[in-house]
T-cell receptor, first 110, second 114 residues
Framework: KQEVTQIPAALSVPEGENLVLNCSFT??????LQWFRQDPGKGLTSLLL???SQREQTSGRLNASLDKSSGRSTLYIAASQPGDSATYLC?????????WGAGTKLIIKP | DADVTQTPRNRITKTGKRIMLECSQT?????MYWYRQDPGLGLRLIYY???????NKGEISDGYSVSRQAQAKFSLSLESAIPNQTALYFC?????????????FGAGSRLTVL
């Protein structure tokens, strides 16, 4: 059974720092891995999708990597800003269903 | 207007009451989903529907039922609510032709069962 873990559960960093969020999964047979952002009262927003054949995807200050063999993905946020404060969730598309991590709550201190 | 609209956004009810959460979408997507989110846990799939005549149980369907009234509408019902169904509920949609399973989410419905 696929399991997805995100560590740490919460992270607080000063504005301007680069940071890395981690996501691990137990079964490497995945179709893709997705990163989402959750803001209170606003639902979830898709940030990046990495297909199983890809190693990374970039969007602006965000870069997501995927290492299927080790069951790991990272989300790199460059030059963090207070507006980046949110909960970040990763989800693995396994057998056409998304399996979700519990998320990392990120706080960027001004 | 939001692409995926959930009503109500917040609801407090008592044990044993029947509750319906509604979801409507303007995305034109054929697939719709209901998830619940609990603190410290990832989203868990309750039910999903790939078209109007297709309803499938997810990971945690016990105590819930759904109705796909039209391509744009997907309702979640709790026939007799219990306190451990207190959670944040999300409706999501996706398009089968998109290749990857990319979801668009509603803003969520927070349900409290006393």
């Amino acid at each position: 059974k696929q399991e997805v873990t995100q560590i740490p559960a919460a992270l607080s960093v000063p504005e301007g720092e680069n940071l890395v969020l981690n996501c691990s999964f137990t079964d490497s047979a995945i179709y893709n891995l997705q990163w989402f952002r959750q803001d209170p009262g606003k639902g979830l927003t898709s940030l990046l999708l990495i297909q199983s054949s890809q190693r990374e995807q970039t969007s602006g200050r965000l870069n997501a990597s995927l290492d299927k063999s080790s069951g790991r993905s990272t989300l790199y946020i460059a030059a963090s800003q207070p507006g980046d404060s949110a909960t970040y969730l990763c989800a693995v598309d396994s057998n056409y269903q998304l399996i979700w991590g519990a998320g990392t709550k990120l706080i960027i201190k001004p | 207007d939001a692409d995926v609209t959930q009503t109500p956004r917040n609801r407090i009810t008592k044990t044993g009451k029947r509750i319906m959460l509604e979801c409507s979408q303007t995305k034109g997507h054929d697939r719709m989903y209901w998830y619940r989110q609990d603190p410290g846990l990832g989203l868990r799939l309750i039910y999903y529907s790939f078209d109007v005549k297709d309803i499938n149980k997810g990971e945690i369907s016990d105590g819930y039922s759904v109705s796909r009234q039209a391509q744009a509408k997907f309702s979640l019902s709790l026939e007799s609510a219990i306190p451990n169904q207190t959670a944040l509920y999300f409706c999501a949609t996706s398009r089968s032709s998109s290749g990857a399973n990319v979801l668009t989410f509603g803003a969520g419905s927070r349900l409290t069962v006393l």
